[in-house]
């Protein structure tokens, strides 16, 4: 991690909640990109975040794989608007959560807040298009809201475990609650085709 980006105790706690926030949603680009023929271009979603997770875990500094691939998911972003389906703003959203994690090389913020802020759009699409909630859940928006929370009181307190254990953690959970994302968008593919 380099130190112009300012990688103290709660900025590592904050990047780590952006990385876990986009890991949840960003499993929905995969199936919708497969479904409508372009599933190569959602491997450079999915290693934005891979990218940030290896960096997390001390396996190199990723600042100029994260940059070079900054236009890559914008243009994954601009192809998946493009598709006619009613799913196609709510993966555009995950696309952006996880655009936003190259904010911590771009200018030394965690971009957590647009992170966040894309990660409830995907929820608050869910529901408007009547997706079934995960069990247990009223809402999709309560689910995403549920999961921020939880992760935000585990990552942004005071003693926080920020190792690379801890990392590794925090990661299956967030890949655990993503399957809820893949899996009802799958059922919504589906259903719609």
């Known amino acids: 991690m380099s130190e112009e980006v ?23 680009v995969s199936p919708f990109c497969e479904k409508f023929g372009a599933q190569e271009e959602s491997f450079t979603v999915t290693q934005m975040v891979e990218s940030g997770w290896r960096e997390e875990s001390g396996a190199g500094d ?11 998911v914008e243009a994954v972003r601009q192809k998946v ?21 190259a904010s911590w090389h771009e200018s030394g913020e965690a971009g957590i807040a647009d992170v966040m ?9 869910f529901d408007r298009h009547g997706v079934e909630p995960p069990e247990e859940w009223t809402s999709w928006v309560a ?4 999961g921020q929370s939880e992760l935000a009181a585990r990552l942004l307190a005071a003693d926080a475990d920020l190792s690379a254990a801890g990392s590794y953690d925090v990661r299956f959970a967030a890949g655990e609650s993503s399957m809820e994302y893949r899996n009802a968008l799958k059922r919504w593919l589906r259903a719609s085709a």
């Open 6 to 28: 300012g990688a103290g105790p709660g900025r590592r706690g904050e990047r780590r909640l952006a990385l876990a926030v986009a890991t949840r949603v960003s499993s929905v």
């Open 62 to 72: 990723e600042r100029e794989f994260q940059l070079e691939s900054v236009p890559l």
């Open 81 to 101: 608007s493009s598709v006619a389906h009613p799913a196609a703003p709510a993966v555009g959203a995950a696309v952006r959560a996880a655009a936003g994690l």
């Open 117 to 125: 802020a894309a990660a409830i759009d995907v929820a608050l699409q």
């Open 143 to 146: 689910f995403e809201c549920g």
